[in-house]
């Protein structure tokens, strides 16, 4: 199938890219501004901006299948930006799509675990575009499925890796709540699993589909712990409360708004890292036939290698 990633400079897209070409399929991958560390030969890479419809309309003719990866991801920022980006791209996409034969749109959504008082302008101006999506299936039969993925890492991985991992390294990590709130671990290669198996499906155009590990008994002690053990670390012993947490992010938001300074926590990380609510994954192993291949100690064996891969560098 010819198919067009969005954001395929991202971990997810990235990876996606590279999947897809795997199984054979004919893969063009929009970026913004630069390619991946490692781009894959086989794929097209073209430049576009999705909130500037003029610079990608010539690229969606010939797709059968769109995987809109493209957002800004990050637990903090003004809204008018994440609503350009999330909410307003997303609707370009949908525009030039419904001119061609579009067979499914494939938007990565947000598993909306946080409360409302969490929420971050990412996860609201995903759930807006959400809702858009759906209302297009309902009222036009616009054929898309939202994949809601939970916490995805692994090798590569900046977010729930790198970013936890360097600052264990500094000693810059504190468990919240004794870090009992639980780490709904999404294996990259799983939640790829899941998005080839999307392609082939037909009965699950209109789905809105939760997609983990399939485990909700790793809390964030556990995994912050192993990480510590892959650095050469001590068990952390560092904890603080949610109420201090949250009033430690809201002074670093202020400080973010003033100075620029960046937050090194926020608000919607600390609804994260304090999140007890679980998330069941039935509604994919019933339509896509889903099971996570890679199990939690598994993901940790092949993440342990690739950090010390990446330190002996």
Known sequence: MKCLVTGAAGYIGDSLVKRLIYEGHEVAGLINQSKPKQPENKATYIKGDITDINTIKNIIKDVEIIFHCAAIVKDYGLKKNFYKVNFEGTKNLVVLSESFDIKKFIFIGHIGYESEADKSNYAKTKDLAEKFLLKKYEKEKFPIVIIRPGNVFGPGSETWVLRPFNAILKN????????????????????????????????????????????????????????????????????????????????????????????????????????????????????LNYEPKINYENAMKKIKKWLQEEIDK
């Open 172 to 287: 810059r990590i504190s468990l919240i709540d004794d870090g009992i709130g639980i780490f709904h671990h999404t294996y990259i290669d799983n939640l790829l699993d899941c998005l080839i198996a999307v392609m082939s499906c037909p009965k699950v155009i209109g789905e809105v589909i939760d997609v983990t590990d399939g485990d909700d008994t790793i809390t964030w002690k556990k995994y912050f712990n192993d990480l510590a053990e892959i650095a050469g670390k001590k068990q952390i012993k560092k904890n603080m409360s949610k109420n201090m947490a949250i009033n430690i992010a809201k002074i670093m938001l202020f400080l973010n708004l003033i100075f620029r300074i960046k937050p090194w926590i926020t608000p919607t990380a600390v609804g994260i890292l304090t999140n007890k609510k679980s998330i069941s994954i039935k509604k994919a192993q019933e339509l």
